[in-house]
């Protein structure tokens, strides 16, 4: 128990010294959800049961029934509950991507809309990366310039942390990540973090042909500074969490500082590592420290990967991350105790994405990162994303931690080096089409 007090508070001040704000937890408050349908049932109950506020900020909002009934319990919620607000932020290029039926997440939440509630308000964030020589490109093509892809929920003094977005697939056979966390100063922080947002994005007002401008274009810049005032003292607690916000193109890297302050301790200390991403594709800087510890590392199979299947060019996507995939092991030295392992479950894809640390091998984790980032270029470069970095010598909220990794565990299994020398060899094109789109991902 000491040992694991002692990684913690040596984390903790880490992560301080990283101008990264504490919140303390009760840990019995926090709840990690095992599916998604749990997931999907958590959010229909917590809007019933919301008075005050809902926030809610996504990639998109999907346009099947399920979301539909997301939408009507929300346009419920608010009707009969005076007091209650709605802020909800999507991605300005995702949420208007149109389905082969023409639909998009303005299609599913015009009832929402059209009701002109002064309570309701809905956003769309752009990058700014975003030029008007973009408007040239494709729908798809403008999401590689870089997306709001933090995954966050708010209702009341609740919070769910995830990296599943409001759509079909996440409600039912995308397994993901969800921390669902109870307490008041931490929702107090979310629920600002997706106003500030909301103010650095256009707004969309039913019967109008244009987006109103955002309020306040230069409110990204003040993400950083946002959890110090919602922040407590954190003394006498066992269990916190820690947000970092990152946003390479405006030089936001809270969570790239912390992060690879982390992995050098991590590494000095001998921990153990777990690293969860649907699409694998580290920074080399990443994979560097991958190397220098005891390192697991969860990934999806080609089948597993959400675009399998797909359609036009993004139909070989899965094979590129196959081809980074066998360069990481292809690198990988004799004495390197690292593991690679492929989430197969049929009819299932893949998405959670996070690490979790351990004292050792065979120990409970003491700390688990959670939140947007796949830890890829893309991440630390293009887009909005929210990490949060909790914390605890709590032994039950540990064996949480390690239940969430036992869920997916009989769907893994290990990759090696001969793996790509049977059925999955790397074509020379899918070699040249890794490299050309890689820094893309």
């Known amino acids: 128990m000491q040992v694991t007090a002692d ?21 019995d408050k926090v709840a990690v959800l095992k599916s998604p349908e749990d997931f999907y049932q958590s959010l229909l109950e917590l809007i019933s049961h919301s008075k005050d506020r809902i926030s809610l900020s996504s990639l998109y ?20 509950t005076p007091s209650l607000a709605i802020n909800f932020v999507l991605d300005y290029h995702r949420a208007q991507r149109r389905d082969p039926n023409l639909r998009n997440s303005f299609t599913c939440l015009e009832p929402l809309v059209a009701d002109r509630s002064p309570r309701f308000r809905l956003h769309l964030y752009r990058s700014p990366l975003f030029s008007p020589y973009h408007n040239l490109l494709g729908e798809r093509i403008k999401e590689v310039i870089g997306v709001q892809h933090t995954k966050l929920y708010v209702f009341d003094d609740t919070v769910i942390i995830s990296g599943a977005n409001l759509s079909r697939s996440y409600f039912t056979n995308r397994q993901d990540r969800y921390y669902q966390i109870t307490d008041r100063h931490l929702a107090n922080y979310v629920h ?17 042909t244009a987006l109103s401008p955002p309020v306040n274009p230069l409110s990204l810049q003040n993400l950083p500074g946002i959890s110090s005032a919602y922040a407590r003292s954190s003394r006498g607690s066992n269990t916190w969490i820690f947000p970092a916000i990152q946003l390479g193109c405006i030089n936001v890297r809270l969570d790239e500082r912390a992060l690879f302050s982390v992995l050098r301790s991590i590494s000095v200390k001998e921990c153990s590592l777990t690293l969860a991403s649907g ?6 800087s990443l994979e560097k420290h991958l190397k220098t510890c005891d390192s697991t590392i969860l990934t ?13 060019v993004s139909k070989f996507i899965p094979h590129v991350y196959s081809a980074i995939e066998q360069r990481f092991l292809s690198q990988k030295n004799r004495v390197n105790k690292v593991s690679l392992m492929e989430y197969s479950r049929h009819g299932w894809s893949y998405h959670q994405k996070g690490i979790w640390i351990r004292p050792s091998s065979n120990t409970a984790p003491f700390l688990s990162v959670l939140g947007s980032s796949n830890f890829g270029y893309r991440s630390l470069e293009k887009d909005l994303e929210c990490q949060f970095y909790l914390m605890t010598s709590d032994e039950d909220l540990r064996q949480k931690m390690t239940q969430e990794l036992d869920n997916v565990g009989n769907y893994m299994a290990p990759i090696t080096n001969e793996t790509f020398n049977t059925n999955r ?5 899918i070699r040249l089409l890794t490299r050309a789109i890689r820094s893309w991902l």
Do not use: W
């Open 61 to 80: 909002l999907g346009v099947d029934d399920q979301e539909s009934a997301l939408v009507q319990r929300l346009r419920f919620q608010i009707h009969k």
């Open 425 to 429: 060899r790397i074509t020379m094109p």
């Open 192 to 208: 600002e973090l997706v106003a500030c947002i909301g103010n650095a994005s256009f707004s969309y007002v039913y019967g109008e």
């Open 279 to 284: 699409y694998f594709n580290p920074v080399s």
């Open 300 to 312: 999806a199979s080609p089948m597993a990967n959400a675009f399998f299947n797909a359609q036009g």
């Open 7 to 27: 990684h913690v508070n040596h984390i903790k001040q880490l992560l301080e010294g990283n101008s990264l704000s504490p919140f303390p937890l009760d840990p």
